[in-house]
């Protein structure tokens, strides 16, 4: 084996987003070595990462990004060059429902985190934030120096983050990037999110719930798309600054449905209009010249990457199966009734 050169922290890598990164620099750069620390919360599951356990250059450790002790400890013994942080409560609904776990790991997690890198000093601190911290856009594409307008506790922790990292950058001059990217879809989403869930619904022959009109838009970005784009910034972005990763894919949430229903071979009755969230966003939209600039652009097409995604979930119904007669079930009886 080729000798290791790297090693690099990956915060929630339990996760959607961190599950597939971690898979996808495994399989790019055979010389980096990966710790993943993940407090495997409801969202985060060792299913995801069960095909490489084994291999020597991936290592797991259960912990909270949020408790100094064990952030410390692991920046001490392991020496990670690169911190890739993905770590977050990460469900809109759950942080309007009940949001102090979004202060504590959005932000206070981020705080101890920041507060390692000054300490131990790495090469590079990758802040994984979202376009959701601009909040609602009325029109035009947002770039990287638009205000943060965020609308939720969960998207007002995630701009209090990207302030703190700014912060620490202006500061501490700690090496700090931050990725604003669309909204992700493809395998190992938890079910709870809009296109995962109405997935799994429709397979179990149960109704979708559609918020309001159905008109809100969202810009959409298949997760490997999303994964290259922060490998990208993380090898040629220049610290300090944020890069958008806008998927140029804007979509209403009925059209969203209607493309899983056709794809499903299911009709309109599935749907079930519900009450709308509270401070639901109209739209979101990201201006992505800045990355383009650097050499991105996305390779899946929103219908190659929805075709990709629907197949992983008829193919993969053991692990979603699992996860909606657990904790989950619980969850959305209580608070939904879905
Ligand atoms: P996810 O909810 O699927 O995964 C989050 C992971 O973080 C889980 O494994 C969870 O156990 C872990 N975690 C949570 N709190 C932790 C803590 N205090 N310490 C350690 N681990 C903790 O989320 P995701 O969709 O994969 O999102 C990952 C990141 O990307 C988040 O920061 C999110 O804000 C951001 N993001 C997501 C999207 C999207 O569409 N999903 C879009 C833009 C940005
Ligand atoms: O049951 C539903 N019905 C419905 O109509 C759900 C779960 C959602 N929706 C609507 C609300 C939104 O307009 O679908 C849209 C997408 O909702 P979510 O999947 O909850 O995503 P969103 O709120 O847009 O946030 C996501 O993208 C940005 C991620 O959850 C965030 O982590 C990320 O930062």
Redesign the pocket.
């Known amino acids: 084996m080729a000798k290791l050169n790297k090693t690099i922290l990956i915060t929630g890598g339990a996760g959607f987003i961190g599950t597939n990164f971690i898979h996808y620099i495994l399989e790019k750069y055979p010389r980096y070595r990966i710790i993943n620390l993940d407090k495997l919360t409801y969202a985060g599951n060792l299913a995801n990462l069960a095909d490489i356990s084994n291999n020597s250059r991936y290592q797991f450790i259960k912990g909270d990004i949020a408790d100094e002790t064990t952030v410390q400890r692991i920046f001490k013994t392991k020496k990670p060059q690169i911190v890739v942080n993905f770590a977050a409560e990460?469900?809109?609904?759950r942080s309007i429902l009940d949001p102090q776990a979004f202060m504590r790991s959005n932000i206070f997690g981020v705080y101890i985190l920041l507060e390692a890198v000054k300490k131990y000093g790495i090469g590079r601190f990758i802040q994984i934030s979202?376009?959701?911290v601009y909040g609602s856009v009325a029109k035009g594409k947002p770039n990287e120096q638009a205000r943060l307008l965020p609308s939720s506790p969960?998207?007002s922790a995630?701009a209090s983050a990207d302030l703190l990292c700014q912060s620490y950058y202006k500061t501490f001059h700690l090496p700090i990037l931050i990725t604003r990217s669309s909204?992700?879809f493809g395998p190992w989403q938890y079910p709870?999110?809009?296109?995962p869930?109405f997935i799994t619904n429709l397979l179990e022959n149960k109704p979708i719930?559609?918020?309001?009109t159905?008109k809100?838009i969202?810009d959409w970005i298949y997760v490997i798309d999303n994964c290259r784009g922060i490998d990208l910034v993380w090898h040629k972005g220049k610290i300090g600054e944020i890069y958008n990763l806008g998927g140029y894919n804007e979509k209403n949430?009925l059209e969203i449905t209607n493309v899983i229903l056709d794809k499903l071979n299911k009709n309109k009755s599935w749907i079930k209009r519900?009450a709308d969230?509270p401070g639901?966003?109209l739209r979101?939209a990201l201006n992505n010249q800045k990355i383009r600039r650097l050499g991105w652009k996305p390779i899946y097409s929103f219908a190659k990457g929805m075709r990709l995604t629907i197949d992983w979930y008829q193919q993969h119904q053991d692990w979603w199966t699992k996860i909606k007669s657990g904790v989950y079930r619980q969850y959305y009886k209580k608070q939904y009734k879905?």
Request: no cysteine; net charge neutral.
């Open positions: 990460s469900h809109v609904d979202t376009d959701e969960y998207s995630k909204n992700n709870e999110k809009l296109i869930l719930p559609l918020y309001g159905g809100n969202r949430n519900v969230r639901h966003d979101y879905k």
